[in-house]
T-cell receptor
Framework: DSGVTQTPKHLITATGQRVTLRCSPR?????VYWYQQSLDQGLQFLIQ???????AKGNILERFSAQQFPDLHSELNLSSLELGDSALYFC????????????FGPGTRLTVT | QKEVEQDPGPLSVPEGAIVSLNCTYS??????FMWYRQYSRKGPELLMY????GNKEDGRFTAQVDKSSKYISLFIRDSQPSDSATYLC???????????FGTGTRLTIIP
């Protein structure tokens, strides 16, 4: 158990809908990262927050947004869902600073029908 | 060309064999190198973490980094069926920064 929690484990929804994925980092970790894992693209970085502030953006679609709250948990919002958004979404956390070790949560499996 | 290249396998070896997994990369700015193990439909689990060039050993696992060749390796000694998983290499240029992953190598240890 990495100490990173994610909810829900599974989500099945229809095209055009909006969903929210939740992540709680390990105790003491200030950085939260979101990654998408699909069969054809592998693990792709979406966005990073550090102590409540957006720090870096990767290949995140405009239909996707995220935030990190004062208690350091994070939410990833996916809207106007398309079939191609079906994937595993992982949250990872790290202490921050000069540290690169990231610990991953169990993921949320999103299926768009 | 991808920044990180990793042979997807699959790789099958008998129990007890030494396994060698490798990645090459093109971005010379990468300084932090990691290996993750991922069981089917689970989150990646951090196995090894190294900074810059050199070797690091942890139990049956040894990670090697050769920055001059832009090549990293993970060796697993005395492989066990429980080692069957997908192994992902990952790297970053600076601390507290996104990771760039290889596509993963699927490994099966045959009892």
């Amino acid at each position: 158990d990495s100490g990173v929690t994610q909810t829900p484990k599974h989500l099945i929804t229809a095209t055009g809908q909006r969903v929210t994925l939740r992540c709680s980092p390990r105790s003491g970790d200030l950085s939260v990262y979101w990654y998408q894992q699909s069969l054809d693209q592998g693990l792709q970085f979406l966005i990073q927050y550090y102590n409540g502030e957006e720090r870096a953006k990767g290949n995140i679609l405009e239909r996707f947004s995220a935030q990190q709250f004062p208690d350091l948990h994070s939410e990833l919002n996916l809207s106007s869902l398309e079939l191609g958004d079906s994937a595993l979404y992982f949250c990872a956390s790290s202490v921050g600073g000069a540290v690169s070790e990231q610990y991953f949560g169990p993921g949320t499996r999103l299926t768009v029908t | 060309q991808k920044e990180v290249e990793q042979d997807p396998g699959p790789l099958s070896v008998p129990e007890g064999a030494i396994v060698s997994l490798n990645c090459t990369y093109s971005n010379s700015a990468f300084q932090y190198f990691m290996w993750y193990r991922q069981y089917s439909r689970k989150g990646p689990e951090l196995l090894m973490y190294t900074y810059s060039s050199g070797n690091k050993e942890d139990g049956r696992f040894t990670a090697q980094v050769d920055k001059s060749s832009k090549y990293i390796s993970l060796f697993i000694r005395d492989s066990q069926p429980s080692d069957s998983a997908t192994y992902l290499c990952a790297m970053s240029a600076r601390g507290n920064e996104k990771l760039t992953f290889g596509t993963g190598t699927r490994l099966t240890i045959i009892p």
